[in-house]
């Protein structure tokens, strides 16, 4: 097992690699809060992905979310 360090924005991540015999690499182990770094920056990623591309689409409509609130709130009332 041998470990380096990785720099990523506000983190650095210090991952272990566990090798066989022959020196290849056959896992990886990140501390608890470094996993849940890495989820919670994906999942981030993976919004800004869906909402940049949901926008680029003219055919779909949408209001921003306070519109959408206030209409529902007039409904629900």
Not at 7 to 29: N, S, Y
Not at 30 to 47: A, P
């Amino acid at each position: 097992m041998y470990n380096f360090n990785w720099q990523i924005e506000d983190m650095t991540l210090q991952p272990h690699f566990v090798t066989d015999g022959k020196g290849k690499k056959l896992a990886v182990q990140l501390s608890v809060e470094e996993y849940e770094y890495l989820v919670e920056n994906l999942e981030m990623k993976e919004d800004i992905v869906l909402y940049e591309k949901v926008k680029a689409n003219e055919e779909e409509s949408y209001i921003p979310l306070d519109e959408y609130l206030k209409k529902r709130q007039k409904k629900d009332a």
